[in-house]
């Protein structure tokens, strides 16, 4: 692990980097996803099938306010192909400050106000409300007004979506008995609960041990009426299949598998590690 810039107070640390060449054609596609502790990035060709080059960074600093303009640019400039003119450019907020509501009652003028209720001020960001049309959703978050200013001035191309857009987008739920989807970060994790074609749950929750998976997995099979030896987990994000954690989930829940990319990614990394960042270099919009 190598420190490669220190933006301001806090330390961005290389966890991965991957590197399978570049594009010959130049249609190059850059897929980048900021969160609150890390940030990562991928170069794919067009249809994100084709892995060129890949970096996975994280800090132990909570970059919730962060990731301003000094901040950005220490990450370009340790990063200098981030520069690079690309075909295409598509940003995730992995952020967790976000509402869902049906698109049936989703009016405009109310997003502010509803944003505010669930996830408390927002400060001097743009309230975006998404849609997301598979599952006849809005996805109301913030957008922080530097991130969004700065990288649309760098990388006029970029187009932006939060990451439970894009997971719902994502997610492959076929069985009735319903789907957990669940992307781990290094401290946090993503929990996505569908259940045929309606949606139930989508929340970020902070982990330390094993044991604290475990039981927002349960309280939300609880919750919503699922049966853990029936509803499919789907794993994906840093998380090894000889650790304890994942013998501590396969204990409870033994429908489970990895949620691997559908790019061809050249690695000795597991790569469900990085199937996120594959969901977006494959997103259409």
């Not at 991957?18 to 900021?34: A, F």
């Not at 690079?84 to 009016?107: A, C, E, G, I």
Request: with cysteine.
């Amino acid at each position: 692990m190598s420190i490669i810039a220190r933006p301001e107070n806090n330390q961005l640390k290389q966890l991965f980097h991957i590197d399978n060449g570049h594009s010959e054609s130049g249609q190059q596609v850059l897929s980048l996803r900021l969160g609150e502790k890390h940030v990562a990035f991928a170069i794919t060709n067009p249809t994100g099938t084709e892995l060129y080059q890949l970096i996975y960074c994280t800090t132990d600093d909570q970059l919730t306010t962060g990731w301003n303009e000094s901040e950005l640019t220490a990450l370009f400039t340790a990063y200098p192909l981030l520069a690079t003119s690309f075909y295409r450019v598509k940003v995730v907020y992995d952020f967790p400050q976000s509402t869902l509501v049906s698109s049936q009652y989703n009016k405009q003028e109310d997003a502010g106000l509803l944003l505010t209720a669930a996830s408390g001020p927002i400060g001097d960001s743009h309230v975006v409300s998404e849609s997301i049309a598979e599952w006849q959703l809005n996805n109301i978050y913030a957008a922080p007004k530097a991130i969004r200013e700065w990288i649309s001035q760098k990388l006029p191309a970029a187009t932006f979506m939060h990451q439970y857009s894009l997971g719902l987008k994502s997610i492959n739920s076929t069985g009735s008995a319903g789907t957990l989807a669940v992307d781990f970060r290094k401290n946090d994790f993503m929990i996505l609960a569908v259940k045929g074609n309606t949606f139930l749950l989508a929340q970020t929750f902070e982990y330390a041990v094993p044991e604290d998976v475990l039981f927002y997995l349960l309280k939300t099979c609880q919750q919503f009426g699922l049966s853990q030896q029936q509803a499919e987990l789907q794993l994906s994000g840093l998380i090894d299949q000889q650790s304890s954690l994942y013998n501590e989930l396969y204990q409870y829940f033994k429908n489970s598998r990895f949620r691997e990319p559908g790019w061809n990614i050249q690695s000795d990394y597991p790569s469900h590690f990085f199937t996120s960042l594959n969901d977006l270099a494959q997103c259409a919009s």
